[in-house]
């Protein structure tokens, strides 16, 4: 079916109505995309931010009469953003399988010397490698960016055989299924979102690790390990994997540190380079540190817990 592409520029201040005027017109899809290379790097908790120059693109059927529409649009700037300048372009799309478009952009990804991870519809390239299934879709997290490609790596590297491993901040629970196929014994998965806690689940599922990964909120999690009767798969892990952001991780560093037992091992990420220090200097108490690693402007924190604290 053919299709059709209206594109306009916009601010981050006016493209939320605006994407709700695209969708009341019939927009199949409301995509938006920054339009000026401004990079959004630690949002705060809790909220979506926008670029200061947004692009918006409407995906609409080739029936919708777009003289119309765009009538209507010119329409609602006038009434509802008066300053807003209406600058819009469309687009033919040519009628093409858009989902095997879509499929094809995925590729099997190798991290480390034995880690692949690959969509549920390819082949591992190599016989002998552990293969990560992992299709694009509920919650962020398929390897693609720094962060996650350096704990993956980081993962590949270890020897995981009989470990407990906690993947605090899970995701799409990419690192907590990683650490169970190259070994752990058990692993924790816990997320505040709802939906990520869906996503893992249901990787978790596609990768056969439901006797292995074990999914919880915060709030669940802290109520069972003070729960003496309480059914965790393990108290203290040897290691624990956080890959959020380094506000989260400086207020979780008591929360963090009480999870991993002494001798056992700590990796943080999603800190951008400057922020390493910082970081750093928050668990130092009870920490031992190795030199960061980097990656595009991230940073990957790996440290070891002391048996013995510093006076």
């Given at each position: 079916m053919p299709w059709l592409k209206l594109i306009l520029e916009t601010t981050d201040a006016d493209a939320p109505p605006i994407e709700d005027c695209l969708i009341a017109l019939g927009a199949a899809a409301v995509t938006l995309t920054d339009s000026a290379d401004q990079p959004?790097?630690?949002?705060?908790?809790?909220?979506?931010?926008?670029?200061?120059?947004?692009?918006?693109?409407?995906?609409f059927d080739s029936s919708v009469d777009m003289d119309v529409a765009t009538n209507v649009l010119q329409h609602y700037f006038n009434r509802e953003l008066p300053n807003a300048k209406?600058?819009?372009?469309?687009?033919?799309?040519?009628?093409?399988?858009?989902?095997?478009?879509?499929?094809?952009?995925?590729?099997?990804?190798?991290?480390?010397?034995?880690?692949?991870?690959?969509?549920?519809?390819?082949?591992?390239?190599?016989?002998?490698?552990?293969?990560?299934?992992?299709?694009?879709?509920?919650?962020?997290?398929?390897?693609?960016?720094p962060t996650t490609a350096m704990c993956l790596e980081w993962l590949d590297s270890q020897a995981l055989d009989g470990k407990h491993v906690i993947d605090y901040g899970c995701g799409s629970g990419v690192l907590g299924i990683a650490a169970g196929l190259l070994g752990s014994e058990q692993v924790i998965a816990i997320d505040n979102d709802p939906q990520a806690l869906i996503a893992s689940k249901d990787n978790c599922i596609k990768n056969q690790l439901q006797d292995k990964l074990h999914t919880y909120s915060p709030e669940r999690f802290q109520q069972q390990l003070h729960d003496k009767t309480s059914a965790l798969p393990f108290i203290e892990a040897d290691i624990l994997i956080a890959n959020i952001l380094a506000g989260p991780l400086l207020e979780l560093?008591?929360?963090?540190?009480?999870?991993?037992?002494?001798?056992?091992?700590?990796?943080?990420?999603?800190?951008?380079?400057?922020?390493?220090?910082?970081?750093?200097?928050?668990?130092?108490?009870?920490?031992?540190?190795?030199?960061?690693?980097?990656?595009?402007?991230?940073?990957?924190?790996?440290?070891?817990?002391?048996?013995?604290?510093?006076?």
């Open positions: 959004l790097f630690e949002p705060p908790l809790g909220t979506t931010p926008l670029w200061s120059q947004t692009r918006i693109e409407g995906l209406l600058n819009y372009k469309i687009e033919a799309l040519e009628d093409r399988d858009w989902e095997k478009v879509w499929m094809d952009d995925f590729k099997p990804m190798c991290f480390g010397t034995r880690l692949w991870i690959c969509p549920s519809w390819i082949q591992t390239p190599k016989d002998n490698a552990v293969t990560l299934k992992l299709d694009p879709g509920l919650a962020f997290g398929t390897g693609t960016h560093a008591g929360t963090l540190t009480a999870l991993v037992k002494p001798g056992g091992k700590l990796v943080l990420s999603g800190i951008l380079d400057h922020q390493a220090e910082e970081v750093m200097a928050a668990y130092a108490s009870e920490w031992q540190f190795y030199p960061p690693q980097q990656k595009a402007g991230w940073c990957r924190l790996e440290a070891q817990r002391k048996t013995k604290i510093d006076p």
